[in-house]
């Protein structure tokens, strides 16, 4: 009695332990175990039989999947063929005209060698594409309206025009710049020179197709980006007009005023390089398209950049990857006026995306091959 009061807690769990076991039996025992085997054994034979069975789906369901597939299949193609042509209409080569020949004027490409070397066009070619080049940054360039600081002999006229009303020399000076840089700055939309472009011909007479190609291309991104600026520049004019029709446009009211620099890099090669530095987007120069990536520097309001890169965005398949702003240095001012508001330099980088599937069939074939270009 003395070992079940001191291990009373292991007798009543022992006990419980012993009566559930026991009922349990008692209800497996009096339970039909041939009837539920045989159940098992018939869901078993079921499964086994479904499996072994073809799939069977809804005919109905299966052809309207089939003509959704056929849908977007169509629907891809038919896209591929817009991306294709809005490449082709936004984006002309050059056209050669071969000196002494009564031929019409020659596609710079598709490349053909044969008839480059027989008409000699490689010189004709780099004179072509620095004449287009001048002519995007010329006064006759619709919707463009450049100007430029004033020269000395500009300063120096109107100081002797003011050398009488200012008798002191330095103020004669100081008020002649003033006058000038205004009048100046009324006489256009947009400070801009040759200077401001990155040609890849300077001098050279002689070159080779995948310079001549770089040089078409370089033309294409030039051109988009300064098209974005007169787009930009014409917006904002036009809305101001709007509101006080006889506001005349100048730099003093535009909103790109000045164009510092362009600066492209056209590779087109599909291999990356070490010393590659990958951009926001990731994309590199691939069998489907050609990454450009570019960069260029404007003076302007900062709160009309989102204008400027919707209007260079809307062109053709750009995209912006990154923006940096900084004061416009003391000698970036120097024979400049930008007007009343507050500018900054702002420095945009993107890259420009151009289909395999058009400009394989344009350029030289030791480049296209890298596009997928198979044969001449």
């Known amino acids: 009695m003395r070992f079940v009061r001191e291990n009373l807690f292991y007798v009543i769990l022992a006990a419980v332990a012993v009566l559930g076991g026991g009922v349990a039996a008692f ?12 159940s098992r054994t ?24 089939k003509a959704r597939i056929r849908h977007l299949n169509e629907a891809n193609k038919a896209d591929l ?7 082709r209409e936004n984006l002309p080569v050059m056209k050669l005209k071969p000196p002494g020949r009564t031929v019409d004027e020659i596609p710079a490409f598709p490349f053909n060698q044969q008839q480059y070397n027989e008409l000699g066009l490689y010189y004709i070619c780099i004179k072509r594409y620095t004449e287009i080049l001048n002519q995007m940054v010329a006064p006759q360039r619709n919707g463009l309206w450049p100007t430029a600081p004033p020269t000395n002999e500009e300063i120096q006229v109107e100081r002797d025009n003011l050398a009488e009303k200012f008798k002191d020399p330095a103020v004669a000076t100081e008020k002649a710049t003033q006058s000038v840089k205004l009048h100046k700055a009324e006489q256009g939309l947009i400070y801009i020179a040759p200077s401001a472009l990155d040609p890849v011909f300077k001098f050279e007479t002689t070159t080779t197709a995948e310079k001549l190609w770089e040089a078409q291309v370089n033309l294409w991104l030039t051109d988009e980006i300064i098209r974005a600026i007169i787009e930009t520049n014409r917006q904002w004019i036009a809305e101001q007009q709007a509101e006080n029709p006889k506001q005349k446009p100048s730099v003093l009211n535009s909103v790109v005023k000045r164009l510092e620099s362009i600066k492209i890099t056209v590779s087109f090669t599909t291999q990356r390089t070490i010393s590659a530095r990958p951009s926001l987007t990731q994309r590199e120069s691939c069998p489907q398209y050609a990454v450009v990536p570019y960069r260029f520097t404007v003076i302007m309001p900062t709160r009309h950049v989102r204008r400027l890169t919707g209007a260079l965005e809307m062109q053709n398949y750009h995209t912006v990857t990154n923006i940096a702003l900084s004061e416009v240095p003391p000698t970036a001012k120097e024979g400049y006026y930008y007007g009343t508001e507050p500018v900054m330099r702002v420095q945009i980088d993107g890259e420009m995306l151009l289909l395999a599937d058009w ?8 480049l296209a091959v890298q596009y997928g270009k198979v044969g001449n």
Do not use: H, W
């Open 27 to 38: 209800y497996y025992l009096s339970s039909d175990i041939g009837k539920t085997l045989k």
């Open 42 to 65: 018939s869901v078993s034979s079921q499964l086994k039989g479904l499996y072994a069975q073809p799939l069977k789906a809804d005919p109905n369901a299966v052809e309207a999947m």
């Open 81 to 87: 063929q817009a991306c294709l042509k809005f490449n």
């Open 359 to 366: 400009i394989r069939d344009l350029m030289p074939a030791s």
